[in-house]
């Protein structure tokens, strides 16, 4: 049948944003929290992410292998 007895609470204005605000601040302290986990010295983790993310993939050497890949299996095909 439902809740016919029972009342609904009333908010005061503005506490869903201020409870949805709190819920996006814990969330991204845990995303930054896990992010960061197991991670000694930031800093060097931080530099060493943007040396890996600035190479190419042709500096990392998978563009040579890839192709060499793809010779050889049309060369099969074939």
């Known amino acids: 049948m439902g809740c016919c007895g029972s009342k609904q609470a009333k ?5 869903y944003e201020a409870r949805r605000e709190q819920m996006l601040a814990a969330a991204s302290k845990r995303n930054a929290e896990n ?5 000694r010295n930031p800093k060097a983790a931080a530099k060493l992410r943007e040396a890996q993310s600035n190479r190419s993939e042709s ?3 998978w ?4 192709d060499r ?4 299996i049309a060369k099969d095909w074939n």
């Not at 908010?11 to 506490?15: D, I, K, L, Q, S």
Request: no cysteine; proline share 10%; charged share 35%.
């Open 59 to 61: 500096q990392r050497g």
């Open 11 to 15: 908010e005061p204005p503005g506490a």
């Open 35 to 39: 992010e960061m986990r197991g991670i």
């Open 69 to 72: 890949r793809q010779e050889s």
């Open 63 to 66: 563009s040579a292998a890839e």
